[in-house]
């Protein structure tokens, strides 16, 4: 395993900000992640865990060692006729393990197409898109815990998720990182087509030669790229923050002086569409600096060239100013800022 000093991570984070780690390791394998971790605790450096750099913000010097986790391998662990078993390792592209579930006829995350990043980082916020969340299929994960290296595998119960929630953003933050995720998918299709205009998108398409499942999953993906910006192209982090979740009374305030509100019933409250206070209040497609927000989803803070973090998070606390001033709302950021 070979050491990396001052270790540019520009390509490494979606948002482009030109900023190195102190340390750098590529992990090919458990035993890796282990000697990494003896390393970090030697020079007395905290341990970073990297997969796609695709929701978070790198933000000034690095003092770290940062992990790329690239444990690769997929196998079906098991089937049956109801459900198939399949088990991914932690650098795993998470939308090329979507495509290889569809074709070995394991279904359930047709949804979750072309979310980037890697297979394990999908489980710390609980990856999620068009009605579907990584909990629906989730059966287990293995994690290596950094004090003690020793391996551990969590339920999903001990996952504790959320709406882009899980354990690992709470009690057991910082405290592992994960080497492997097993999902159990369903042996026949059960399309979910219940958000937004997916129903359409797919009914408007003739299956062809293609699977329905296929069909979905391309479906997902041209309505994705067509809202959302190619990191490629212009650097951002998908939704800079999480959707509020209101109480029904403070929803009913905000309905009376703004009737068209986007909201969505949420585990007995209620789920604001953060895009839609941002382009309410004024800001979408917004620039400042080099930072703004997409003139397609204003949820999302793009890097227009050049942009720094310094440039983003303080667009970010700008956005969260105005839509407190104008709706009482708090926005509460989803990238995890190092
Ligand atoms: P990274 O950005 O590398 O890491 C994210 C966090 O996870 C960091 O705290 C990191 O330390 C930690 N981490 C990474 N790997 C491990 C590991 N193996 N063990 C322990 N900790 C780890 N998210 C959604 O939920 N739904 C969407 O629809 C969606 N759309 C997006 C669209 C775009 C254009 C972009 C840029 C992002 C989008 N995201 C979406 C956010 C992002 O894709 C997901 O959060 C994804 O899971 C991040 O994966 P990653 O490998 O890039 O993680
Ligand atoms: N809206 C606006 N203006 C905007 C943006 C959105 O009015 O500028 C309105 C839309 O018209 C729609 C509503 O807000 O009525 C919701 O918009 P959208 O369907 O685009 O979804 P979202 O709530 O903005 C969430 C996730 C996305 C996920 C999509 C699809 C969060 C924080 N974001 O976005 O996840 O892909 O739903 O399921 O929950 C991510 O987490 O990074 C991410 C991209």
């Known amino acids: 395993m070979r050491m990396f000093e001052n270790y540019s991570l520009e ?11 102190r340390y750098f390791v590529e992990a090919e394998s458990v035993e890796d992640i282990r000697e990494a971790i003896a390393f970090a605790a030697r020079e007395n450096v905290p341990v970073v865990p990297l997969g796609g750099g695709s929701n978070l913000v790198l933000s000034g010097n690095q003092e770290a060692l940062f992990v790329h986790v690239n444990l690769r391998g997929k196998e079906v662990v098991s089937r049956d006729g109801e459900t198939v078993c399949v088990k991914a390792g932690a650098g795993e592209n998470w939308h090329e393990f979507v495509r290889w579930t569809l074709a070995e006829q394991a279904f359930g995350f047709e949804n979750l197409s072309l ?31 950094i004090q003690t290296g020793e391996l551990k595998s969590f339920s999903l119960d001990e996952c504790q998720f959320g709406y882009r929630d899980s354990v ?42 293609q699977s329905e499942a ?45 009737p068209d509100i986007v909201a969505y019933p949420f585990e007995g409250r209620w789920k604001l569409a953060a895009g839609w206070l941002i382009d309410r209040a004024g800001l979408k497609g917004f620039r400042q600096g080099a930072a703004g927000t997409y003139n397609k989803q204003a949820l999302v803070l793009v890097n227009h060239g050049g942009a720094g973090p310094d440039d983003v998070l303080g667009l970010a606390k700008h956005i969260q100013s105005v839509v407190f001033d104008r709706f009482g709302v708090e926005l509460e950021m989803e990238p995890r800022v190092y």
């Open 11 to 21: 390509t490494l984070n979606t948002f482009g900000f030109k900023v190195s780690a």
């Open 168 to 209: 690992f953003k709470n009690a057991a933050r910082d405290h592992f990182i994960i080497t492997s995720v097993t999902f159990s998918l369903d042996a026949e299709l059960s399309p979910r087509l219940d958000y937004g205009r997916l129903r359409q998108e797919v009914e408007q398409r003739s299956q062809g030669s």
């Open 214 to 258: 296929f069909v979905i999953s391309e479906a997902v993906c041209d309505i994705r790229m067509e809202k959302l910006p190619d990191p490629m192209v212009l650097g951002n982090a998908g939704s800079f923050f999480k959707n509020p979740v209101v109480d029904e009374s403070v929803l009913s305030k905000l309905q009376r002086d703004f």
């Open 115 to 145: 979310i980037p990043g890697n297979v394990g980082a999908a489980p710390i916020q609980n990856i999620g898109a068009y009605g579907v969340e990584i909990k629906d299929h989730f059966q287990s994960l293995e994690a290596l815990d």
